[in-house]
């Protein structure tokens, strides 16, 4: 029988009393490790972050907090290639995929410990400045923040099993706040190798980080007024938790990043072989193959003016085309798989659904694997369809398949693209590509309040974008409406979630005695 990892709660490792839930190697079929999260008593593993790691993590300041996060660091780094080794068996993942999780995970802890460096010895934030409260400056009020006095519940996604960790966890634990996560069961591994390797480095307050990899049941049960809970996954799950009485009667601080069905417009007037015609066609390529398509930040709808859809069919596909896809341990293969067979079957699943509304423009589907058996395989070659009517094509709107599926959508007008785009119901980004820089700021400032973030390409910085789906821990991740209405990242505006604002109303000396450092 595999080995059944443990869990980390209350301050020891702890396994499960139940055999276990396999973790299955999606190339290959065998099976790799089993989670249990049976028998734990959340009562005591909630109580002990709270009152031990919480305690612990608000006695420092800022910098001496980011000083803990340049030490985790560290310890990811000394031990990155087992966790690539990971990757590969328990998420199929070419070596440049697991990188964007695995790199990206320790890039962002990395700048948040900066940022929390520059903020320095300090245990609360100012924010915003002072304002007298009468007609002479004798009684002010001025807004800090201090740390919630409670644990942060993060329920992960598959897709990123490292950086949906880290990206979470490297502001709560700067802000002072203790972490329980629960990754997702199918790629649970490499989320609670990390854990373990931090804690055995000993780098961190006990009780400042637990994984439990298992079961989610209960823990929703567990949470109080000065918890938070993150979670990354479904509208349904995303659903079930905002409804839960944490969230509807104890007020539980609630961040939520579900479905999205992200855009890629091309502007008119941009001719096939353009610049921005080509930078999109490669794009498109790059976010539909990354991952398997497995991002919640992927292309899903690509907008380009109606006299051009047929050129950006036939350009989009000749790339596709060249994609291999099979084995990650192969070198020769540029994709690898998705996560499981039960992914696999919600792609065909979703893609008979999108194929009754839609053109096949291009089907990898039939492609050999390299060095893997389709019997086993979690594999699919990337799939591009088409619809000439974008507004009759409404499945196209409402569906995401979260792997390499992306839909190719002719448009009249500018204003019909932004229409289109918001026909999402609220999306995590949208890139756009060209060369009118007026034409990019009038439709960057019409989608804007309907994504999160708006990634604009124009032929000058071709070759310096950071890709229309990769989150870079500078810029805000999330978004409205279907996206979850969350918000991550974002440099210091991340601590915002972990925080509590209160206004102190005071004399201009008690204020100034704070000390409070400005969180720009």
Known sequence: MTELLSNYAA??????????????DPVLGNELVRVDSTG???????????????????????????????????VLQANRDAYYEIATANAGTVKNDSAVDIDGAIFTLDQYAKWGDALGDTRALRDGKAVKLGKEPVFQSQHLQVPREGVALFINAFNFPAWGLWEKAAPALLSGMPVIVKPATATAWLSQRMVRDVVDAGVLPVGALSVIAGSSAGLMDQLQPFDVVSFTGSAETAG?????????????????????????????????????FNLLVREVVREMTVKSGQKCTAIRRILVPAEVYDAAAEAIGAKLAGVTVGNPRNDSVRMGS?????????????????????????????????????ALAACIGPVLLGARDADAAQLVHDVE??????TLLPYRDSAHAVVLTQRGRGSLVTSLYGRDEAALTRITLAVAGSHGRVHVVTPDVGQAHSGHGNVMPMSQHGGPGRAG??????????LDFYHQRSAVQASPAVLAALGLPDLA
């Open 11 to 24: 301050g020891r490792w702890q396994a499960g009393t139940g055999n276990g839930t396999p973790l299955f």
């Open 40 to 74: 734990l008593d959340l009562d005591e593993t909630f109580a002990f972050a709270r009152q031990q790691g919480g305690a612990a993590l608000r006695a420092l300041t800022y910098r001496e907090r980011a000083a803990l996060l340049a030490a985790i660091v560290n």
């Open 240 to 276: 079930a938790i905002r409804a839960h009485p944490a969230v509807t009667h104890r007020s539980v601080r609630c961040g939520i990043e579900a479905d999205s069905l992200n855009s890629a417009v091309l502007l008119p007037g941009e001719a096939p072989g353009s610049e921005a």
């Open 338 to 374: 998705l996560v499981s067979r039960a992914q696999l079957a919600s792609v065909r699943e979703g893609l008979a659904m999108l194929s009754a509304h839609t053109r096949v423009l291009h089907d990898g589907r039939d492609r050999p694997l390299v060095d893997a058996d389709p």
């Open 401 to 406: 398949v979260f792997g390499p599926v992306a």
């Open 485 to 494: 209405g969350g918000a991550e990242l974002g440099g210091l505006r991340a």
